[in-house]
């Protein structure tokens, strides 16, 4: 998923009626279209239902013009054909997990 980070005070959203969310870890939760199914966003919530920034799905901005790649996640588990430009970060499992305090 290639997403954008909003702190939670900066967030808007409209529509809450047709996002569903679902606890994909202890320590986080995805949520999606309640209607297409579109991925919506990523929380790392530390376990607490509502709570923590948002990562944003960056095909869901009309415009992503000017970001800018910061680092890669889990980047030990991608796909060999996939290979991502740039000098920046590439977390392993490992490191990615003892970063955001997630289990094994």
């Known amino acids: 998923m290639f997403a954008i980070t909003v702190p939670e005070p900066a967030m808007r959203v409209a529509g809450v009626e047709n996002i569903r969310s679902l ?3 202890d320590w986080a939760s995805r ?3 309640g209607k297409c199914g579109s991925a919506l966003w990523y929380r790392y919530d530390k376990g607490v239902d509502g709570a ?3 990562e944003v799905a960056v095909g869901l901005l009309d415009d992503a013009g000017g970001l800018v790649l910061e680092r890669e996640i889990f980047a030990d588990q ?3 054909c996939w290979s991502l430009a740039g000098d920046h970060p590439k977390l392993s499992r490992a490191e990615t997990l003892a970063l ?3 289990g094994a």
């Open 78 to 80: 991608k796909p060999e």
């Open 31 to 33: 949520s999606f279209c």
């Open 23 to 25: 606890r994909s870890s």
């Open 100 to 102: 955001y305090g997630g």
């Open 52 to 54: 923590g920034d948002y």
